[in-house]
C-alpha cells in the first residue's frame, strides 16, 4: 500500500520541521528505550551487579533501532501483547549476551516515561532558540520602526495614535512571556529515574540485597547519565501526568499569542499598511489573481487556536488517574504530546518567516491617519483655545458641531473629511489657525512610544534573549533596516 493512500498528519506533511518530527519518530522513541536499558545496565554494573562487559557491549552497538527490527518487534507485540516487553525481546535478539540482563528490576515505564521527559526537554529545547530568533527579528522591526505614526484601535475603531514599532512590541512582550514559560516549563522538568512498579523501588532494593544507598546511587547515577539534574523522589508508576499537563498549558499560551499576532498582522493587511511576505510566484486567489492573501497569518492562527485547545485532554488525563497509575492516559498521551511540540514548531517556522519579512507602507498609513486625524485633534485644538482665552465649553460645543458635520459628509457622502478646513474656514477659530499644522502634526500624538520601545528592547528584550546569543546573527541588532517600506 502506498503511502498516498493512508492518512497523513499533515503536521509531518506540512507544517513541522524535520527536527521535531524525528524527536517525536518511533525511531527515537525506541532507539533511547534502548539507550535507557544501556544506562540503567551500566549503573547496574558499576554497583556491583552481575553484569557483563560484552553484554553492554552489544547494547551499544545496536542502541539505534534498524528498519528490520521493527517488524521483529510488531510480531513480538502481536504474540505478546505487550510493546516495552515486544522491544525487550527484539534487542535481545540483537545482543545476545545482554538478553538476560535488559529491562533488570525496571517497569515499562522506566523506558516510556523517562523517555518522554526526554522529549518534552529535547522539544523544548528545539523550541526555544527558534522563539527567540522570533523575539529577536521582531524587535528589529520594531526598532526601525519606532518613529512610524499609525493609527491605533480600541473597539475596532480608529483611537489615539500609536506607532508601527510600538504595537510590534505588544506582540514582543507577550513572547516574552512564553519564551520565560517555555524555559521554566524546561527547567522544571525532573526525570523520574529508577523507580520500580508502583514508585517504592522494591525491585532495585531486592536486587541489591537491601542496601538502601546503592539503590539511591542507582537512581542517581541513571538520571545523571540522562542529563538531568535531579529525580523525582517520589512517583507512583508513572511520573505526575500533572507535568505533561504543566508543559501543555506553556505551549497552548503560545499558540494563543500566535492567533493574536496573526490577527493583528491579517487585519493591518485587510488595510494594506503591512503584509507578510508574498513571494514572486505565490498565488493569492485561484479565481482573483490580484489578491495577495495573507496565508501565513492564516494558518499561524489556525495552528494556533488548534494548539491552544490541548490542555482540556492533559488536564484531564491528569485528573483521572487512578491511585498509583491506570493505563487511559497511554492512548491519549501518544496524540496529545507529540501534536502539542509539533504545533508549537509549525506555528514558529511560519512566525520565523513572518517576523523576517514584513513589508510595511508609509504611505497607506499617513493617509488613513490624514483621513481621522482631523478628529483625533479636536482635543489639541480645544487646550489650544483655551490657552488663548476661549470658554472651554464654547470651544468644545463649536468643534462638536464641526465634527459632526464633517463626520456625516464623510459618511453618507463618502468624501474626504473635512473638519479642518471647515474650522479654518470658521472665524471662531481664528486665534489658532497660525498653530494648526503643529496641532495636527502626528508625531505629537504618539506621545512617548519612540522612547519606550528603544527602551524595551534595550533592557527587557536583550536580557531575555543574552542566553540565545550564539544562535542569533552576529550584528542584528545594528542592522535596522532589513524590513522593506514601499
Known amino acids: 500500500m502506498s503511502s498516498n493512500d493512508v492518512y497523513q498528519t499533515p503536521f509531518n506533511s506540512r507544517y513541522a520541521s524535520n527536527e521535531m518530527k524525528k524527536l517525536f519518530s518511533p525511531r527515537t522513541r525506541f532507539s533511547t528505550w534502548r539507550q535507557l536499558w544501556v544506562w540503567l545496565a551500566e ?31 510488531q510480531e513480538e ?3 505478546r501483547r505487550h510493546d516495552v516487553m515486544a522491544h525487550v525481546h527484539t534487542l ?3 545482543a545476545p549476551a545482554a538478553a538476560g540482563i535488559i529491562h533488570w528490576g525496571a517497569t515499562s515505564c522506566y523506558c516510556a516515561d523517562n523517555a518522554d521527559l526526554i522529549f518534552l526537554r529535547d522539544g523544548l529545547n528545539i523550541l526555544l532558540p527558534k522563539l527567540a530568533q522570533v523575539i529577536d527579528q521582531f524587535s528589529s522591526f520594531a526598532h526601525q520602526y519606532k518613529d512610524l505614526a499609525c493609527l491605533g484601535y ?16 505588544l506582540w514582543i512582550q507577550d513572547l516574552l512571556m512564553d519564551l520565560r514559560n517555555l524555559e521554566r516549563a524546561r527547567d522544571d522538568l525532573r526525570f523520574r529515574g529508577v523507580k520500580g512498579t508502583t514508585g517504592t523501588q522494591a525491585s532495585f532494593l531486592q536486587i541489591f540485597d537491601g ?15 540522562a542529563g538531568f539534574k535531579s529525580a523525582f523522589i517520589i512517583s507512583s508508576q508513572t511520573y505526575s501526568r500533572k507535568i505533561d499537563a504543566d508543559v501543555i498549558n506553556a505551549l497552548a499560551s503560545f499558540g494563543a499569542t500566535c492567533e493574536r499576532i496573526g490577527g493583528d498582522v491579517r487585519h493591518l493587511a485587510m488595510f494594506k499598511e503591512i503584509e507578510e511576505p508574498f513571494e514572486n510566484d505565490q498565488i493569492g486567489s485561484s479565481a482573483m489573481a490580484y489578491k495577495r492573501n495573507p ?14 485547545t490541548h490542555p482540556a485532554p492533559a488536564l484531564r488525563t491528569y485528573a483521572a488517574q487512578w491511585l498509583e497509575r491506570s493505563l487511559d492516559d497511554s492512548a491519549i498521551r501518544r ?35 490624514a483621513a481621522e486625524l482631523p478628529f483625533l485633534a479636536t482635543e489639541n485644538v480645544l487646550m489650544a483655545l483655551v490657552h488663548k482665552g476661549v470658554s472651554r465649553q464654547a470651544a468644545h460645543e463649536r468643534v462638536r458641531v464641526l465634527a459632526q458635520d464633517a463626520g456625516r459628509v464623510v459618511k453618507e457622502e463618502g468624501k474626504p473629511n473635512d473638519l ?67
Open 420 to 486: 479642518v478646513e471647515r474650522m479654518k474656514g470658521d472665524k471662531f477659530f481664528a486665534p489658532i489657525w497660525d498653530e494648526m499644522d503643529v496641532l495636527l502634526d502626528p508625531a505629537t500624538f504618539t506621545g512617548r512610544a519612540p522612547q519606550q520601545v528603544e527602551r524595551f528592547v534595550r533592557e527587557e528584550v536583550a536580557r531575555a534573549l543574552v542566553p540565545y546569543a550564539e544562535i542569533l546573527v552576529d550584528g542584528r541588532a545594528e542592522d535596522t533596516n532589513k524590513f522593506v517600506s514601499i
Open 43 to 73: 549503573a547496574e554494573k558499576e554497583l556491583g551487579l552481575a553484569i557483563s562487559d560484552e553484554a553492554i557491549a552489544q547494547m551499544k552497538e545496536h542502541i539505534e533501532i534498524q528498519d528490520a527490527e521493527f517488524a521483529i518487534a
Open 211 to 225: 542496601d538502601h544507598d546503592k539503590v539511591e546511587r542507582l537512581d542517581e547515577l541513571v538520571t545523571k547519565k
Open 77 to 79: 507485540e502481536a504474540r
Open 295 to 308: 496565508m501565513r497569518s492564516e494558518r499561524l492562527c489556525s495552528l494556533g487556536r488548534h494548539l491552544s
Open 335 to 369: 496524540l496529545t504530546l507529540p501534536e502539542a511540540y509539533l504545533g508549537a514548531d509549525a506555528c514558529l517556522l511560519l512566525l520565523r518567516n513572518i517576523s523576517a519579512g514584513l513589508v510595511v507602507y508609509p504611505a497607506v498609513i499617513r493617509a488613513r491617519i
Open 92 to 94: 535481545g535478539q540483537a
Open 154 to 169: 480600541t473597539h475596532g475603531q480608529p483611537a489615539q495614535l500609536t506607532t508601527v514599532g510600538k504595537r510590534a512590541c
